[in-house]
Every structure is written in C-alpha cells, then in structure tokens.
C-alpha cells in the first residue's frame, strides 16, 4: 500500500490517543497563559518530559508570572529547574527573560516566529511549538522526532530539522501543521523510538518505507520469556570531557539511553573535580579511573549491578598512566573499557598505539579463558573504507593507516566479533565527527567507537547500535545488548 500522509495522519491521531500527553501540550491544556507556555517550552528542551513537569511545577510554583520570575536570581532558578538538560543555560535564559519582554514587547509574549526568536533561549523549534500551542496558529516545530520520523516515511529527504521544516512548509497540508509535533512526538517516544523502533506493533506497518530504520529484533525472542533473556544493555561512549558533556546534557541521555552497564571514555577529570550528581547517580555503582595528568584521557564505567571485580590497567605503568583500561568483572563475563591511544599526526605515536593494541589483545585472551569477553570504547581506528566518510583521502592518516586497521584484522580473523556489523552492513553509520566544517550535520564521520565480543560468545549478542541522535560529545554512544 502506497504511503499518504492522510492515512499516517489519520491513523497516528488513534494511536497516540492513549499515549502519554507531551508536556507543553498538557501545560497548555491546564492553562492558556502563553507565558507559562514559552517558559515550559524553554526548560522542555533536551530533557525528558516528566523531568520538564516537575521542573515547571516547582517554577510556577514560585513564578506564576514575569513579575514574579524576574524576581528569582540566577542561582535560585538553578536549584528550581534542576536537573532539567542544560539547567544552568536555561536559568540565565529565565532570569533575562522577563526584562526583554518588557522592552521589546511591552510585557506580552509575542505571537510570530520572528518576534520570538529574538527572546533568550528560543530558537525556531521553540518559537513554533509556542506559536502553535500557545496561540493556536499554523506553524510547523520540528524537533527530533519529527524530522526523523518524516524521514524515515519518506515525505521528506532532509539532513537537518531546519531543513524539514522548510520543506514542512512547502508540502505539509496547512491543517495538520499545528498538531504534527504532538502527534510524532508521542509516537515517537511510544513506538517510533530512536533506538530500536517497535516496528512489529507499529499502525503503520502496511504504509511505512522504514528508511534507514533497524527495528528491534523480535523473531529472536521466545514467548513468555523474562526480561533476563531479553539481556541487558551497555552504553559505551566517549564524553570528549565529561565536565563539559554535563553542561550539554549528558544526564538527560545517560538516563534515556538507561542502560545496565554505562562505560565512557576520555572523562578528563578526577572524581573530585566532578559535581555529585554524576558521581553518585542512583542506582548505579561508579567506578573511576583518570590519568595521572590532569584534563587528558581517562575512563569510568556506572553499573547497576555492583562488580565481583574491578581491574585498573593493563599491569604496565606506560599505559597505566593514561587511565586507558578499566574492566569490571562480573558472574559470567568480563567488560573492558578502554580508550585506545590515537596515533596522532604523521603517525609518531604509532608505536605506542602499536605496543597498546598488543597489550590489550593479550589481556582479551587472557580473560577469554576464564569467561565471556566484551570489550568496548573508543578504538581510534576505522576498521575498513565503509567505516569512514572519506577513505582514500585517510589511508596515511591516523585512524585509517595500514597498521592500525591490520591490528581490527587479526582481532576479527581470531574469532572476535565486531557486534555493530553483525547486525548492521550499511554505509555512513558513524560514531565520531570533526567539530570543523560542520562535519556531523554533513555526516562526514568516521565509526571508531566498537563493542567486541570473544568468539565463545556470539551467541550472546542480541543486537548492537549507534546512537548518533544523541548529542553532547563529538562521538555518540554505541551500545550492545548482551543475552
């Protein structure tokens, strides 16, 4: 059956009746004030809906007015909103807000896009979403769930949400405008998910091309089985910072990615450099491994279940010293985490990347003998020209020279599995990007962040994913679900 946007339209708006509301549509819904609209609005971003509620809850409890909000200091609003994405930003947002809406606006929140956007912290997905809920006028938000979902149908072929609302404009019928974001985003929190979308229930099923879509796996699941033979999920990602990463909403994606065991690389910091909040998340045990220089390398891993082991290192102080390798063991496997060297300019740390890569294959097959093996993290190599956007330019280069991907050979021909590719053979699946020439929206990426598993395992590999929606690093967590 061909794909129309009537029947997805029409289908959708049965679906999602019974789905949870999003939170600025049922702020709205309670009041018609447009002021706790748009502030609802500016704290909803990159942060998960019932965390949004709570925040706005305690706010209009103390600010039910831009009187009232301009009373609250920068500080206080911090410890109100916390700990929605990026609280900090947000709280400055909110402290100058009600000052701009007096000078520009005379007091009013203003009803067009172009007036809204000149308020602090709205960009045009927030000035649409307002403008349609608060103001119940045609305008288009694109947030993530939109543009993906659009371009998973097809009805639109865009690389950014900017661009799909353009193309919105052009193609979307007019009467579907204001209503299109609360319905793809409560579909895609329920069924279209990011991560292994629920394509076996899905209503539309019949109509949907699934462009670039990777379900979850279904026809490997038995009925009646527990949650345990569904197996448990790692996250593993290399933060590039983890102070910084926490200022870009690090913990609104750890805990939407809610994983079992949650492995990050290049944390750069001590464990008291870092606010209590990362360091003691509830219901995860946190283990912390930092190089000996400060701001450089490091690694950490947060695990629900507590460890019967933990082993820093490799056992050799010119790796040790980098904070490189962190394994914790568990009833029946081993997880290392590790953050390989990077060979760096003209190559002139190969050697050591060399001596590194040795060194922990030994240790792999040491461990190997005793129980499962998964060994995950920032390798700093892509293995072969699908796993880069530009090979032939990189064949000298760090991360793609003939030595460094020789060393993926002899890994893979000894048995060891690359989990992504076993699931997924496709081009441009990347996990790491320049921050330069805009090389992540362009998907001008390289995919050097893996999960390995030890040949006796394979059949414990229940899928694998890159979670390049997820932002706050110039990599993007990758995980593995492990029977």
Request: a neutral charge; proline letters at 6%; charged letters at 25%.
């Amino acid at each position: 059956m061909a794909f129309t946007i009537e029947q997805a339209v029409a289908r959708l708006e049965k679906e999602v009746a019974d789905y949870q509301v999003p939170v600025v549509d049922l702020i709205a819904a309670q009041t018609k004030d447009p002021f706790k609209v748009l502030v609802a609005t500016i704290l909803s971003a990159r942060t998960k809906d019932e965390v949004t509620a709570a925040a706005s809850r305690r706010l209009f409890s103390r600010a039910e007015t831009m009187k009232e909000l301009a009373a609250l200091s920068v500080s206080e609003l911090e410890k109100i909103i916390y700990p929605v994405g990026f609280f900090r930003n947000k709280a400055g947002y909110l402290a100058a807000l009600p000052e701009v809406l007096q000078k520009k606006f005379a007091g009013s929140v203003p009803d067009t896009i172009d007036e809204l956007v000149q308020l602090p912290g709205v960009g045009r997905k927030t000035a649409n979403l307002v403008v349609a809920v608060a103001f119940a006028k045609p305008a288009i938000c694109v947030d993530t769930h939109v543009h993906r979902i659009m371009n998973i149908w097809g009805y639109v072929n865009t690389k950014t949400p900017l661009q799909t609302e353009m193309a919105l404009r052009d193609k979307l019928p007019q009467r579907y405008w204001i209503r299109i974001n609360s319905i793809l985003v409560a579909f895609g929190q329920g069924t279209c998910k990011p991560r292994l979308p629920h394509c076996d229930r899905c209503v539309l099923a019949d109509l949907c091309p699934k462009n670039g879509v990777h379900p979850r796996k279904i026809p490997g699941e038995k009925p009646g089985a527990t949650s345990a033979d569904q197996g448990r999920t790692f996250i593993s990602w290399n933060v590039n910072g983890l102070r910084a990463a926490l200022k870009k909403g690090f913990l609104d994606a750890f805990h939407e990615l809610d994983a079992d065991v949650f492995a990050l690389q290049e944390i750069k910091a001590l464990p008291d450099q870092l606010p209590d909040e990362v360091k003691h998340i509830p219901g995860y045990h946190a283990f912390w491994y930092p190089a000996q220089k400060k701001g450089y390398s490091g690694t950490a891993v947060l695990s629900r279940t507590e460890p019967i082991n933990v082993i820093y290192g490799l056992g050799e102080d010119a790796f040790d010293a980098e904070g490189r390798v962190l394994t914790l063991e568990f009833d029946d496997f081993f997880l290392i985490n590790c953050y390989f060297p990077n060979a760096q300019a003209k190559l002139k740390r190969l050697e050591y990347k060399q001596a590194f890569n040795a060194a922990v294959l030994a240790f792999m097959d040491r461990l190997g003998k005793e129980k499962s093996v998964v060994l995950c993290g920032d390798l700093n190599v892509a293995h072969k020209e699908i796993d880069l956007a530009n090979p032939k330019a990189n064949v000298k280069n760090p991360g793609f020279s003939p030595q460094e991907r020789a060393w993926i050979d002899e890994v893979v021909h000894a048995g060891y599995v690359d989990t992504f590719r076993l699931f997924n053979q496709d081009p441009e699946q990347y996990s790491w990007w320049s921050y330069r020439f805009n090389a992540r929206a362009k998907n001008i990426g390289w995919r050097i962040d893996y999960f390995v598993v030890d040949p006796g395992s394979r059949d414990r590999i229940l899928d694998a994913a890159i979670h390049d929606e997820v932002t706050g690093s110039d990599h993007c967590p990758v995980s593995l679900r492990f029977k």
